[in-house]
């Protein structure tokens, strides 16, 4: 066991980078996805190609950059291409690996809310972002990680809205919709790992050092089952911290505070 | 034959009340400065589409230029919720039309090749097509597949920045180019505001950089800075720090009122606009030059 310490994001960011493999190439979000991206490249994949929605190919940002379309994604990339080609040559011709993706609710199938909280589409009680590249993204993408923060409120047995798909309501239904990726193949927490199972239901595969199935279980809306083979994921290195604090984010904006 | 015109007279003569507008670019060469003019001349009932609203059409929200917004990511790009859009929605006081970014794209990309609709494939995430009835299903006439179909966008006017243009609109773009040609190409009139006006011979230099022909322009403005806080390429940087600090001035409406009060009916133009950021904040913007390698079309 490492005696290091670090914060519930950097745990998060290096174990979604640990999951990226070597040429992958990655629709990237900005912030903690851009940070996972960015270490797995400076790790272990040193030939991940970073694609942002922007239409920036082949970026190899210099700065961290702090929207999706910043500068610094542009200068030294391999290529930049309308939206349009963006969305239609590389996503939905199925030319992208890997895609990263949040939202406010995740729910026991894996399906994402970024677009409403509450019942009414007309009314909502908070309105959210929307979608953005994440409909077709959760579609489309060979496979996707999500990262979030392991509370009740954020995995609810089913989303408000389902602004993307993951395994609809179980086993065969994405299939059954002719969708070409595989949807969301691991979801990252503070706590652990969860991942499909045959059903296509999120269970509980992995517990980060130190975190129990009862905490697991407390902060999932429903009622989480763990994997007959869970297993603990490796100690945070030295190395990977020190890339993320000294090299991707030295003004620590994603990483929070260690403790 | 020239177009060249103030942009104070271009927003004048081509953006009328009850208009769609498209105020184009994905995060880069957001026309920030004719936004603030259309809030100038006080236009109402606009019909605001963009794939991400920005701040621009925040502010335009708050000023009372809008009645409905058409959108695909409503957010503070990068900093988090774009609170006055967000807040007129939650409230129901403008109307909205939503879609995935591809939709978004999509229907720019009919109404630009003079198409009805853009077929898509589906994503299983039916949500938004039973809350946005636009959104329909179409049948592949081949295979018998079932596909998705947005309707072709057609604003009645896209405002498009540059980084350089001749006098007649043929216009230069690099850097991240998310949906200008689309938008312009889509529009019924097109409003071109530039960082540089140059010869037509140094777009002749470069034709395939040359996105947009001056054909389909209505009106060329020079009006150099005209993206900040969004940002041209190679010209300025993105102002980051900005896009933060809107996050606190939107989040009390005096705070906006007085915001709108001072850097946009309080200065006259875009360049006065540029001088009142000052000298500090003006060299934090600049970038350093990066060229690209020449290439060599040859002497036929």
């Known amino acids: 066991m490492s005696d290091l310490s670090y914060s519930s994001s950097e745990l998060m960011i290096i174990n979604a980078a640990r999951m990226l493999r070597d040429g992958d190439v990655v629709f990237v979000g900005v912030g903690q996805p851009n940070l996972a991206c960015n270490l797995a490249k400076r790790t272990h994949a040193p030939n991940l190609v970073m694609i942002y929605e922007a239409g920036v190919i082949g970026a190899e940002p210099a700065r961290l950059p702090l929207s999706i379309g910043d500068p610094t994604l542009v200068s030294g990339a391999l290529s930049v291409c309308s939206m349009y080609d963006i969305f239609s040559f590389y996503l939905q011709r199925g030319n992208v690996d890997v895609g990263f993706l949040g939202g406010a609710q995740i729910d026991r199938f894996g399906n994402i809310n970024a677009t409403i909280i509450g019942s009414d589409y007309q009314h909502p009680k908070v309105r959210l972002p929307g979608s953005g590249g994440a409909q077709e993204i959760a579609a489309w993408a060979n496979r996707c990680y999500i990262m979030t923060p392991h509370q009740k409120r954020r995995f609810p047995e089913k989303c408000d809205f389902r602004t993307s798909a993951g395994y609809l309501d179980g086993k065969g239904g994405r299939e059954a919709a002719g969708l070409r990726g595989r949807g969301p193949v691991a979801v990252v927490t503070d706590l652990g790992i969860l991942e499909p199972d045959e059903n296509g239901e999120l269970a509980l595969t992995a517990l980060h050092p130190g975190k129990t199935v009862e905490m697991a279980q407390e902060n999932t809306g429903w009622d989480l089952k763990a994997s007959a083979t869970l297993r603990t994921t490796d100690p945070v290195t030295e190395r990977e911290l020190r890339i993320l604090r000294e090299e991707l984010d030295p003004t620590g904006m994603h990483l929070g505070s260690a403790g | 034959m020239s177009k060249l015109i103030p942009l104070s007279e271009a927003i ?31 236009r109402r009932d606009l019909v605001l589409a963009r794939a991400t609203p920005d701040l621009i059409y925040d502010q335009m929200v708050a000023a009372g230029c809008a009645r409905k917004v058409i959108f ?156 900040h806080p969004s940002y041209a390429q190679g010209y300025y940087d993105r102002d980051n720090e900005f896009y933060l600090e809107w996050d606190k001035v939107s989040s009390s409406p005096e705070a906006v009122k007085a915001w709108l009060g001072e850097w946009v009916y309080g200065v006259k133009d875009r360049d006065a606009y540029w001088s009142k950021l000052g000298a500090a904040k003006q060299a934090r913007l600049q970038v350093e030059p990066r060229l690209s390698q020449p290439i060599d079309y040859g002497d036929y």
């Open chain 2, 12 to 42: 004048s003569k081509y953006v009328q009340d009850g208009d769609t507008v498209y105020a184009a670019g994905f995060t880069h060469l957001i026309p920030f400065a004719a936004g603030h003019e259309i809030i100038r001349q006080g």
């Open chain 2, 72 to 227: 695909s990511y409503m957010g503070n790009p990068g900093v988090g919720s774009l609170r006055i859009v967000r807040a007129a929605l939650e409230k129901g006081e403008i109307e909205w039309e939503e879609y995935s970014h591809f939709g978004m794209i999509s229907r720019l990309q009919a109404g630009a090749t003079g198409l009805p609709f853009m077929p898509m494939k589906q994503t299983a995430a039916t949500d938004l097509e039973q809350a946005n009835p636009k959104i329909k299903r179409v049948t592949d006439p081949y295979s018998g597949e079932e596909l998705i179909a947005v309707p072709a966008l057609n604003p009645d006017v896209a405002i498009v920045h540059v980084q350089r243009a001749d006098a007649e609109g043929n216009a230069h773009l690099w850097g991240i180019v998310g949906e200008q040609k689309e938008a312009a190409f889509a529009a019924g009139r097109v409003i071109l505001t530039a960082e540089e006006i140059v010869d037509e011979s140094v777009i002749r230099s470069d034709p395939n950089r040359t996105l947009i022909p001056g054909f389909i322009v209505d009106a060329v403005c020079h009006v150099p800075h005209a993206c």
